[in-house]
């Protein structure tokens, strides 16, 4: 295991996690860990409870269980996450530059002052982080939609979590894009050594990359473990149809 995050994060462990929701029961008694330094991509079919699991993860949703934080010490610990919703709902006509959006993100002031050089900076690095220096005067209305992933991608880097997570991140994605956006999420997991949790449709890229994969059915856990396992169950033959 990489221990450059000695201070960091080793495992988030999620325990017996239940949501309910205007009486009705979204998840139910959901057990796994998410090791740092690895990707768990989390399939299903629609309704299965996969966005639900991710928004209970950031807290966005009251639940029932345990979320622990570990540390490589053994000591339970806070953790930073970064989110990258699956489309981000915005007026496409504003004047708002991509530099505009990401400095006032960081820095939680408006920006209609203009953007200190310091600010500027930090922007720049994000987007190389990402792959794409050169949006940084372009409007956000005129992204493409791996550019806007992009650039929702470098708002979620800073500061730089223990935790990403990505729900449904390829949906708005040409196939060319498509592969460099796939590229560049192996490499933040392989670089950094965060726990990136993704909800994703796309089970020939899941099958090759994710480290570990959580099969939801119906709020619950049908099976869990690396690709071929699962991808191996009875469960996955349910959920997906023989031919997958």
Known sequence: MNHNHQQGLCEIKIKELSVKKGG?????????????????????????GKTTLLRALLGDLPYRGRID?????????????????????????????????????YTGFPVFLGVPQKVRAQVEQALGQVGCPQ??????????????????????????P???????????????GLKDFYALVAHLRD??????????????????????????????????????AVFGTPAFRQAFGEGE
Do not use: K
């Open 24 to 48: 009705r029961q979204l998840l139910s008694g959901i057990s796994f860990a998410l090791d740092c330094g690895q990707l768990t991509a989390l399939i299903g079919p629609n309704g299965a």
């Open 69 to 105: 934080y570990v540390r490589y010490d053994g000591r339970p610990s806070r953790a930073q996450i970064g989110y990258v919703p699956q489309l981000l709902e915005f007026d496409r006509s504003a004047p708002v530059s991509v530099l505009d959006f990401l400095a006032a993100g």
């Open 135 to 160: 949006a940084i005067d372009r409007r956000m209305g005129e992204l493409s939609g791996g550019e806007l992933q992009r650039v929702l991608l470098a708002m979620a880097l800073n500061p730089l």
């Open 162 to 176: 223990d935790l990403l997570a990505l729900d449904e991140p390829f949906s708005g994605i040409d196939q060319r």
């Open 191 to 228: 670089s950094y050594h965060m726990s990136i949790v993704l909800v994703s449709h796309d089970l020939q890229w899941v099958r090759e990359q994710a480290d570990q994969v959580v099969l939801l059915e119906g709020g619950r856990v049908a099976a869990a473990g690396a690709p071929e």
